[in-house]
């Protein structure tokens, strides 16, 4: 089981977009995640008749590290860690370190 999930709310906390909020798109691999809103870079895109695609400059999201991202606690309003615990009927859930509140409820 990750810490980070995909449709989880996440703030960054290094980087040129340090202290924006998103929601994890998608997890790219083990250690890169995809957020909405974050990391946007500008790609020179050659048009491509077949597909319909205009070419130009487009602005699109890359994939941040795992590590330059830490959970988002509406609670306390601020980043947090995660950690497990095993429960008797739904088995192993997240749950906040600081305030112990269950995240997978």
């Known amino acids: 089981m990750r ?3 995909k449709g989880d709310d996440v703030i960054i906390i290094t980087g040129k977009d340090k202290g924006k909020r998103g929601t994890v798109l998608r997890m790219v691999s083990t250690d890169l995640v995809l957020i909405e809103g974050a990391n946007k870079v500008k790609k020179h895109q050659r048009p491509n008749p077949n ?3 205009p070419g130009g400059i487009v602005e699109m999201e890359n994939p941040i590290q795992v590590s330059n991202v830490a959970i988002y606690n509406p609670i306390t309003q601020k980043a947090d860690r995660i950690g497990f ?3 008797e009927g739904k088995g192993k859930v997240r749950y906040f ?7 997978d409820a």
Not at 97 to 103: I, N, V, Y
Request: positive net charge; without cysteine.
């Open 3 to 5: 810490k980070i999930k």
């Open 51 to 53: 597909k319909g695609a």
């Open 85 to 87: 615990k095993t429960l």
């Open 97 to 103: 370190k600081s305030s112990g509140e269950l995240l």
